[in-house]
C-alpha cells in the first residue's frame, strides 16, 4: 500500500497509510499529535520515496519469481505430458472385430483369411506407425514422469503464492516495518 508523506510543522517527516486516513498520528521527531487528513484529501500528500521509486519492486519480488517459475513448470510439464500420453491412434476394437467374425459365414471368413495369407499383414511400419510406437513406449514412463514435475511445479507455485500474500498484507503500516520483514 502506499505511503504518504505527512509534514509536521517541526518539518519532519512521518509515512502514513491511507488506512489511518481521518485519524491522529504522534510526530516521530517531535511528538507533536497530527491530524491524518481525510481519505479525500490523500491527494494533496507526497507520496513517498520509495513508493514511487520502486512499484516494480514491490510487486515483483522473490515470491511472485517464485511462484511464476513453479507456474510455466507445471505448465509445461503437463502440456507436454498430455503430447505423450495421447494414443496416437484410435484404439482397435477387438470386441467388436471378433463378433462380427462370429457373425459372418464360414465361406467369408475363410475368404478373407485366405487375403490375408496371401498378401501378408507384416509390412514395414510407416513413419507415423513407428513415431506412434515410439510415443507409446515414451508415454508410459515419460507422461508419468513428466506430471510428477508438473506437481512439484504446482506446489512450488503454491510456495510462491504463499510467500508473496503474506508480506503485502503487513506493508500496509508503512515503508519501515516491510523493510524491517525483509
Ligand atoms: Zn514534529
Same mark, same amino acid.
Not at 67 to 90: H, K, Q, Y
Not at 103 to 126: D, H
Given at each position: 500500500? @502506499?505511503a504518504?508523506?505527512?509534514?509536521?510543522?517541526?518539518s519532519? #517527516? $512521518?509515512?502514513?497509510?491511507?488506512?489511518?486516513?481521518?485519524?491522529?498520528?504522534?510526530?516521530?521527531?517531535?511528538?507533536?499529535?497530527?491530524? =491524518?487528513p481525510?481519505?479525500? $484529501?490523500?491527494?494533496? /500528500?507526497?507520496?513517498?520515496?520509495? !513508493? #514511487?521509486?520502486?512499484?516494480?519492486n514491490a510487486?515483483?519480488?522473490?515470491?511472485? +519469481?517464485?511462484?511464476l517459475?513453479?507456474?510455466?513448470? %507445471? #505448465? %509445461?510439464?503437463?502440456?507436454?505430458?498430455? *503430447?505423450?500420453? *495421447? @494414443?496416437? +491412434?484410435?484404439?482397435? $476394437?477387438?470386441?467388436l472385430?471378433?463378433? $462380427? *467374425?462370429?457373425?459372418? @459365414?464360414?465361406?467369408?471368413v475363410?475368404?478373407?483369411?485366405i487375403?490375408?495369407a496371401?498378401s501378408? &499383414?507384416?509390412?514395414?511400419?510407416?513413419?507415423?506407425?513407428?513415431?506412434? =510406437?515410439?510415443? !507409446? &513406449?515414451l508415454?508410459?514412463?515419460?507422461?508419468?514422469?513428466?506430471?510428477?514435475?508438473? #506437481?512439484?511445479? /504446482?506446489? &512450488?507455485?503454491?510456495?510462491?503464492?504463499?510467500?508473496?500474500?503474506? @508480506?503485502?498484507?503487513?506493508?500496509s503500516?508503512?515503508?519501515?516495518?516491510?523493510? %524491517?520483514?525483509?
Amino acid at each position: 500500500m @502506499p505511503a504518504y508523506q505527512l509534514r509536521c510543522v517541526c518539518s519532519a #517527516v $512521518n509515512l502514513v497509510s491511507v488506512g489511518q486516513a481521518g485519524g491522529t498520528l504522534a510526530c516521530q521527531a517531535c511528538g507533536k499529535i497530527l491530524d =491524518i487528513p481525510k481519505l479525500r $484529501n490523500f491527494h494533496l /500528500m507526497e507520496m513517498e520515496e520509495a !513508493t #514511487v521509486r520502486s512499484p516494480v519492486n514491490a510487486g515483483w519480488g522473490f515470491p511472485q +519469481g517464485f511462484m511464476l517459475f513453479g507456474i510455466v513448470i %507445471a #505448465v %509445461a510439464s503437463f502440456t507436454l505430458a498430455g *503430447v505423450l500420453a *495421447v @494414443p496416437a +491412434g484410435s484404439e482397435i $476394437n477387438s470386441e467388436l472385430i471378433r463378433s $462380427n *467374425v462370429d457373425a459372418a @459365414p464360414i465361406a467369408e471368413v475363410y475368404k478373407a483369411w485366405i487375403f490375408f495369407a496371401s498378401s501378408g &499383414v507384416l509390412r514395414p511400419s510407416t513413419i507415423d506407425e513407428e513415431l506412434a =510406437i515410439r510415443r !507409446t &513406449v515414451l508415454g508410459g514412463s515419460g507422461a508419468q514422469l513428466l506430471r510428477l514435475i508438473g #506437481v512439484i511445479g /504446482m506446489i &512450488v507455485a503454491a510456495i510462491g503464492l504463499g510467500l508473496s500474500l503474506k @508480506p503485502s498484507r503487513r506493508s500496509s503500516h508503512n515503508a519501515t516495518t516491510k523493510r %524491517a520483514l525483509v
